[in-house]
């Protein structure tokens, strides 16, 4: 079935099977690789990407239900010789290892931030009200989504706070 | 030009200390780093490949008996469908680490529950999934062996894993204090977070398999012995790998399956392995039973150590979990007795998980010093230090060096140790208790065989090997020795790995990758410097390479125009000799953690940890450290969540997947504290370095426990020390 | 995942025509349905897409309450600014659940929908009789940590892992159901859920067709309002137990009360009889020790799961504690 997709700003035209999900259709069909399939049920977010404005897992969800939807992946976030802040600061924290989680956790991270932004309160907000702060405990609790099995998570918190901070 | 070491004495030269460029053990970024964050670093299954179709392996429902018939026609009239393959060679498990051959195979005889029997290959991914649901596959099932402590059933006691020295329980009987109680550790995944993937393709005679692979010389033979072809004819491309901790040592289902699809459809075939087969057809960690018996005098020290194991594997298979490695040296006691028993059970294949043996052996053997501690009113930090031995106490042999000590004491103060109240149930934060507790961390060290190619022309340096980089720093670090030693800047380094047309080395696992693969890098390069200092008329001593430029005396030229274009290739080979026979060699470490047990629920939250180590020469600090903070990350979750959970009916794996097998997520890991202590270590490597990617796990879960024993006086003696174990006591 | 023919009906009538056809299914965040399709578990021969009908709003309800519209996500219920305000129990039962990714696609309707997480309803090769009546049940006498204490029957001891659903229940929340008729009824979320007896198969009210387009809550009693998980893991984990507690306390006396809890049961589950217990008392540890008694005096273990109700009792009345302490 036919499918019209924004990835990264540019149009593209997907002729795919039905169960075809999102996470499938990037990689095998549109060849955008970054972003990873580790566990294809939910439970891991490598394969996490922005849908309108959105961080979402890409494998639980049909490519034809995206119809229309502006998508952002790894590689519109940034290049590896023009990196984003983000990008940068998991580079400096050492913000991964095997580097599989990678492009998920910065998806999630990037769209993260826009969500404290907003105003959006987390499990282990004290308030449910007010501005969320930023503690190592918040990034820790938003970002748990995200699994990574090199273990990253104290570089990973690192990261974002220090790309959070110098965006500031 | 080869330049070979072979390492029969301790090199304390330190060279590396005495080169100019200053990068070596600094604390540099990843240099394929860019490529990771931006999602460019290019994984096994993404390697863009013209007609590729997709393979899907179908599983055993059943733990044991044997495939009767498979109903392959109404699948092979599915739309898409090219293949339904039940081809002699599929691996009924993956190969052990280094075995070098290919490991048991065959799908008519069923050994375990989700034992892969047959695969569907179809145009796309989404046919070949549904195709394979569909393949009805009719067996006969005989009698399984599920319980891996039934005592009637056979033991094995292998020679040579067994120790028996002095007179145990007269130490016992006689102890001032003793401990004798028995622990269980669950199985365990490595769950790397890329699934095991292959992508298969032949030119003629020719067959080229990108796949996630930590040890390519190996899985080079084991795939070719597999498929009944020759070496040379197999070629292993693997540059990134997303994740391993053993369980891509040996070649797996997938390489060896999609390599037969391949053949078999007449076109490149790519099989990933779902998150559930990689629970269930890759290698576990085996369930341990172990018994500790600890014997001391009035001040603690150790007149008797008991350590017996029981693990599982499947029929056939040589290796087995080494629950006692370190327990062989790690404290003095004259009276000794290890015991390693294996039983033989219809469950997934048991094999190596970060740190085969100490992860689970250390970790129990340190509850039962924290028990001992307690027992006899002695600081356990104090116990620890009164019982490091000056030689291996079973075979008198000396350490290599030893920083046991001194990890023990740095760790105290850095944690500041002192202010922990011995009686459980001091400190309350509202409904948290908080504990503190300590562990010891040893693991054993060893230097492979291994080569690598160093090349210094106009335009820098290329280090290529077959060696693989699992996250573990590979490109980074053998940069920093070749940069280190060349004088070469580390933007003008290139570093090739993962590609078995490469000179071949020892690949990631047991800790050893980049102490053997880093020691060849280092002979290619005292080789390339000694050509150097002779074109130069001067000593390889008195050369001094900085920058891209070499002087001697007051005299510096550029490297560039000393080569020209006759740029200098050396192939540098290190093999281990006596030093890995006259010494005892490990590293060392200690853990610290301090937890909260909720006095309501019971559940544990790991509030700090600290880990204290010393492997040699460090050879980038970021790095190092990551590895370490990886190590206690898989600790944290043993010590609290993770757990093969088998169904007591079939031995299949009852939580196979990312949302019930618990790996800790970033919510469950505070800021951890890593402190690297200085050290070089000249019996290891020319490089002084030893293995660290394994340290960090081995005793790691045991200052959890200890520490969660500290909050709330219950102490768990089954990991996971999840909360209904201590509800049940609190 | 099976073939499917996949709809995207344009309007309401057209949606619940479509899911009347046998074999078909609504999808809306799909995080739950994809995940059993992938398996198997679930196959439908149709999927009617409902993510563009327009049921993605909250609205202040004349009775003073909320009626939330079925396709609001997760998030967008939990950071909603009358939700925070009125009924911050259910904000935080929605944050306590799944992931920030997932609750960006899961939305309200589809949340109380979410099928359990019983080991053996995911495995196709095990016998389930809620995944193929008649079959039996594998989790009696296999692994069951997750399984159910309460409401359970010997055909199926599965519990249902919702997170917001419990907290909905402790709020008296009704779902609002359009059928293909084009008619809508309201059903009080105390009669959504069935419990398994000898029909596990059959989770809920809903007949054929039948489309959930909101769920509405009362206005907001006075009182303390508190959801507390327990889980494995820090983050990232279904309820073991969790208990959802509305209580007012007046001069001394506790008013209202309303308890729902997690992860023990089919359904979330909520006993109005025991909850007599509390209404006009002087908040005690006796008083909640002899609730506590009440609520698990049907509670039976599985083994597995035995923990849980000496957990649960601990759990409730922990959180019993803190919402009259705060009402004081």
Redesign the interface.
């Known amino acids: 079935m036919h499918t019209q997709l924004t990835i990264n700003g540019e149009n593209h035209d997907l002729e795919a099977d039905e169960r075809t999900t999102l996470l499938d259709a990037l990689r095998q069909h549109l060849r955008l690789t970054g972003t990873k399939k580790g566990c294809d049920h939910g439970q891991c977010g490598a394969c996490t990407v922005i849908v309108n404005g959105r961080r979402i897992n890409s494998c639980l969800t049909l490519a034809c239900m995206h119809d229309g939807d502006e998508i952002v992946t790894i590689e519109g976030i940034g290049t590896a010789t023009d990196l984003s802040v983000l990008q940068q600061a998991f580079l400096s924290a050492d913000g991964f290892q095997c580097g599989y989680c990678t492009p998920g956790q910065i998806c999630s991270a990037t769209a993260m931030l826009e969500e404290v932004k907003a105003g959006w309160p987390s499990h282990v907000s004290d308030r449910l009200d007010g501005a969320p702060e930023l503690s190592d405990e918040e990034i820790g609790e938003r970002m748990s989504g995200n699994l990574c099995r090199c273990a990253c998570y104290p570089n990973i918190v690192a990261a974002i706070r220090a790309a959070a901070g110098s965006a500031a | 030009m080869t330049a070979y070491l072979k390492m029969d004495e301790p090199d304390r030269r330190n060279r590396l200390d005495s080169m100019a460029q200053g990068v070596i053990g600094q604390p540099l970024d990843r240099m394929e780093g860019p490529l990771k964050v931006s999602g460019t670093a290019r994984y096994a299954h993404e390697w863009p490949v013209e007609r590729l179709c997709h393979a899907v392996l179908v599983r055993s429902t059943i733990a044991r008996g044997h495939v009767v018939r498979i109903d392959r026609s109404p699948v092979e009239a599915m739309d898409g469908v090219l293949a339904v393959i039940d081809d002699d060679r599929l691996l009924r498990n993956p190969a052990q680490g280094t075995a070098g051959k290919a490991p048991v195979q065959g799908p008519r005889e069923i050994f375990y529950v989700g034992q892969p029997l047959a695969l569907v290959v179809a145009e796309s991914f989404e046919q070949a999934r549904h195709a394979a649901t569909q393949l009805r596959i009719e067996t006969m099932a005989t009698e399984a062996v599920l319980d891996p402590e039934s005592e009637s059933t056979d033991r094995e006691r292998p020679e040579g894993k067994q120790t028996s020295q002095g007179d145990l329980d007269r130490a016992m009987a006689e102890a001032s204090h003793s401990i004798d109680a028995v622990y269980h550790t669950p199985g365990h995944s490595s769950a790397a977070m890329e699934p095991h993937a292959a992508i298969a393709q032949w030119d003629g005679d020719d067959l080229t398999v990108h796949a996630s692979c930590q040890m390519l010389k190996y899985n080079q033979e084991e795939l070719a012995d597999a498929l009944g072809i020759d070496a040379g004819r197999v070629r292993i491309v693997s540059p990134y790998v997303g994740g391993g901790f053993g369980s891509k040592l040996g070649i797996a289902h997938d390489a060896v399956a999609a390599a037969i699809a391949a053949r078999a459809v007449g076109r490149p075939v790519a099989l990933a392995l779902s998150r559930r087969q990689v629970f269930e057809t890759t290698m576990r960690r085996s369930e341990s039973r172990q018994r500790i018996r600890l014997a001391a005098d009035a001040d603690g020290l150790l007149t008797g150590l008991g350590h017996e194991a029981l693990v599982s594997q499947l029929p056939g298979e040589t290796f087995s979990e080494p629950v006692a490695q370190a327990t062989h040296f790690l404290y003095a006691a004259e009276n000794r007795e290890i015991i390693h028993e294996i039983v033989r059970l219809n469950r997934t294949c048991a094999g190596s998980v970060r740190a085969p043996g100490e992860a689970i052996g250390m970790t129990v053997l340190e509850t039962a010093m924290d028990e001992l501690a307690v027992k006899a009113g002695i600081d356990p930090v104090a116990l620890r230090k009164r019982n490091i031995p000056d030689k291996d106490p079973e075979d008198q042999r000396p350490f290599s060096s030893h920083m046991l000590d001194q990890a023990l004491d740095r760790g105290a103060e850095l944690f500041d140790w002192q202010r922990r109240r011995p009686e459980p149930r001091s400190t309350r934060r509202g409904e948290w208790l908080i504990g503190l507790g300590m562990s010891s961390a040893a693991r054993v060290n060893s230097l492979m065989q291994a080569e690598s190619r160093v090349t210094l022309g106009g335009e820098g340096v290329r280090i290529e090997t077959d060696m693989t980089d699992i996250g573990t720093g590979t490109y980074t670090v053998l940069a920093q020795i070749a940069g280190e030693m060349l004088g070469v800047p580390m933007d003008r380094i290139t570093t090739v790995l993962g590609d078995t047309d490469l000179p071949p080395g020892p690949g990631s696992g047991g800790s050893w990758g980049a102490s053997s693969t880093g020691s060849a890098v280092y002979v290619a390069c005292e080789e390339i410097r000694a050509r150097i200092a002779r074109k130069l008329g001067c000593r390889a001593e008195d050369l001094t390479l900085k920058d891209g430029h070499a002087i001697t005396g007051n005299r510096s030229t550029a490297l560039g125009e000393l080569i020209g274009d006759a740029p200098i290739s050396v192939r540098g080979v290190v093999e281990p000799g006596g030093t890995s026979k006259k010494v005892r060699q490990s590293t060392y470490g200690a853990f610290f953690a301090e937890v909260a047990v909720n006095d309501v629920t019971a559940e544990v939250r790991v509030r700090r940890m600290l880990g204290v180590f010393a492997a040699g020469r460090i050879l980038n600090a970021k790095t190092a450290r990551s590895q370490c903070l990886g190590g206690m990350t898989f600790g944290i979750g043993m010590a609290l969540t993770e757990e093969l959970i088998h169904d007591p009916r079939d031995g299949s794996i009852v939580n196979r997947d990312l949302a019930e097998y618990h790996l800790p997520v970033n919510a469950d890991v505070p800021q951890l504290e890593v402190e690297l202590l200085e050290e070089r270590d000249p019996w290891a490597s020319p490089i002084q370095a030893k293995g660290i990617g394994e340290l960090g796990i081995s005793g790691a879960a045991a200052c959890i426990n200890n520490a969660v024993f500290n909050a709330c006086g219950v102490r768990v003696r089954s990991y996971p020390v999840t909360l209904d174990k201590i509800l049940a006591e609190l | 995942?099976?073939?499917?023919?996949?709809v995207r009906p344009s309007g309401m009538p057209e949606a619940t025509r479509e899911a009347s056809r046998a074999g078909s299914a609504f999808?809306a965040?799909?995080?739950n349905l994809?995940?059993l399709m992938?398996l198997?578990v679930m196959a439908p021969d149709r999927?009617v897409?409902i993510?563009r009908l327009d049921m993605g709003e909250c609205s202040a309800t004349p009775a003073g309450g909320l009626r939330i519209g079925a396709l609001v996500t997760n998030?967008d219920l939990?950071?909603d600014e009358h939700v925070?305000?009125d009924y911050?129990l259910l904000?935080?039962a929605l944050?306590?659940g799944?992931?920030?990714?997932?609750r960006?696609?899961a939305t309200t309707g589809g949340n109380l929908l979410q099928r359990t997480?019983c080991?053996?309803f995911?495995?196709?090769?095990a016998p389930c009789n809620k995944r193929e009546p008649g079959s039996g049940c594998s989790a009696i006498?296999?692994?069951t940590?997750?399984h159910a204490i309460l409401g359970a029957s010997e055909h199926c001891i599965a519990t249902h892992p919702s997170d917001m659903a419990v907290a909905m229940q402790a709020l008296d929340a009704a779902v609002e159901i359009e059928n293909v008729e084009g008619q809508t009824r309201s059903v009080p979320l105390s009669d959504f859920y069935r419990l398994p007896g000898d029909t596990p198969q059959v989770e809920t009210v809903l007949g054929s067709g039948d489309l959930i387009t909101a769920v509405v809550l009362p206005a907001p009693v006075k009182g303390s309002q508190i959801y507390r998980k327990?889980?494995?893991?820090?983050?990232?984990?279904?309820a073991?137990?969790s208990v959802a507690a509305v209580v007012g306390v007046e001069d001394g006396t506790i008013g209202s009360v309303a308890l729902a809890f997690g992860g023990v049961a089919p359904r979330p589950w909520r006993d109005h009889e025991a909850e007599r217990i509390l209404a006009g008392e002087r908040p005690s540890d006796e008083l909640f020790a002899r609730f506590a008694d009440e609520i698990l005096r049907e509670a039976r273990g599985q083994g597995g799961n035995d923990?849980k109700i000496?957990?649960l009792r601990?759990?409730l009345i922990?959180t019993l504690q803190s919402a009259t302490d705060e009402s004081r």
């Open positions: 995942m099976r073939p499917f023919d996949y999808i965040g799909g995080t994809l995940d992938k198997e999927l897409d993510n998030s939990a950071a925070r305000r911050p904000s935080r944050l306590a799944a992931s920030g990714q997932l960006n696609k997480r080991y053996y995911y495995d196709t090769s006498g296999g692994a940590r997750l327990v889980r494995d893991r820090a983050s990232y984990a279904f073991l137990v923990f000496p957990l601990r759990t922990a």
